[in-house]
């Protein structure tokens, strides 16, 4: 990561958590260094994927000092600190720099949410400037905040307000404002991708970096259709995008994000189960998501070569 610009795939990881659902901490060494064999750039910790609002404060801040006192250097760190609470986000936002973080993201409050474009601005710019020396990204995903205003609109409202803003993690199917918050100042600012079944309009649009929850488990899928892409192979590109679409079908078939961590279970990344309120997949679901998978060839295509040189 160059002054806060993010690139790459970047895993929004998982929380884990022992049997009795407390945090199993012991847990993410291991999950750091298989992102680092699978060559993520980076882990976007206690965000959706990772229940961070299931999450009380000082868990968050225990995820957070984890992950930083295990990452390998290559590595970046990007901690979530959205909370309906501004002044909680502030304190979240000030442990990840006292534990080094490379950056810093937030959804908006959302019980109550901003109305407006400039409450949104001004309660990101609150916290961003609690810690001004730290890279600021502003988290939109409008399906589950009900903050929808276009990011280009928000880029060029909270430009001269955040001078620590970095760019926008972009989780929405607009792939038109996408383009335009690209396209804004990519000088000075990283529009990160955030949905992985079209990740290729998003490399074809412009984008350099994205934060996904299937990249914990899927990295060698997206890391070929990339490179295909960058070589100009379109063809091998679509069909690696459309793998992932067929598995990520079957995933969401069976519980999405409580499927998510039953699939790390499943390639031996034990995460635990999810917190209320959502349910872990019983043995007979997770049967059944084993199934669906093996079908349609995952566990082989998520295969790293023999020769791949991570040792």
Same mark, same amino acid.
């Given at each position: ?18 049997? +009795? ?9 291991? /999950? ?6 699978? =060559? ?19 868990? =968050? ?14 590595? @970046? ?15 979240? &936002?000030?442990? &990840?720099?006292?534990?080094?973080? *490379? ?15 400039? +409450?949104?601005? $001004? ?10 020396? #730290? ?11 009900? !903050? +929808?205003? *276009? ?25 038109? +404002? ?32 994205? !934060?996904?929850? %299937? ?11 990339? %490179? ?9 590109? =679509? ?12 995933? /969401?078939?069976?519980?999405? #994000? ?6 790390? =279970? #499943? ?26 998978? $093996? $079908?349609?060839?995952?566990? $082989?295509?998520?295969? #790293?070569?023999?020769? @791949?040189? *991570?040792?």
């Amino acid at each position: 990561m160059r002054n806060g610009m993010l690139s790459g795939l970047i895993a929004a990881s998982f929380t884990p958590f022992a049997a +009795d659902g407390q945090l199993n901490l012991a847990q993410v060494p291991v /999950l750091a260094a298989d992102l680092k064999r699978n =060559r993520v750039s980076g882990a976007f910790i206690c965000g959706t994927t990772g229940e961070g609002n299931s999450l009380t404060t000082q868990e =968050r801040q225990d995820v957070a000092s984890a992950w930083a006192a295990c990452k390998p250097a290559e590595l @970046s760190l990007i901690v979530h600190v959205g909370h309906n609470s501004l002044a909680e986000s502030i304190l979240l &936002a000030k442990h &990840a720099v006292g534990v080094g973080a *490379d950056a810093v993201a937030m959804l908006p409050p959302c019980a109550p949410r901003p109305t407006t474009l400039l +409450d949104l601005v $001004e309660s990101c710019a609150l916290v961003a400037a609690a810690v001004p020396n #730290l890279a600021f990204y502003y988290y939109h995903m409008p399906e589950a905040t009900g !903050v +929808d205003f *276009d990011m280009a609109d928000f880029l060029a409202m909270a430009a001269p307000r955040i001078p620590n803003l970095s760019g926008v993690k972009f989780t929405h199917e607009k792939l038109m +404002d996408f383009g335009q918050a690209l396209a804004f100042d990519p000088s000075r600012y990283t529009i990160l991708h955030g949905r992985d079944q079209i990740l290729l309009a998003a490399l074809a649009i412009g984008a350099k970096g994205a !934060v996904g929850s %299937t990249y914990n488990y899927a990295a060698p899928i997206y890391l070929r259709l990339m %490179t295909a892409f960058a070589a100009g192979d379109i063809a091998t590109a =679509r069909r690696e995008q459309a793998f992932a679409v067929r598995f990520i079908e079957v995933m /969401l078939r069976h519980g999405g #994000l409580p499927a998510g961590k039953a699939i790390m =279970r #499943l390639i031996g990344l034990d995460c635990g189960g999810v917190r209320l309120p959502m349910r872990s997949l019983d043995a007979a679901a997770e049967k059944s998501l084993k199934t669906g998978l $093996e $079908e349609v060839g995952f566990f $082989e295509a998520i295969r #790293l070569p023999s020769a @791949s040189g *991570d040792g």
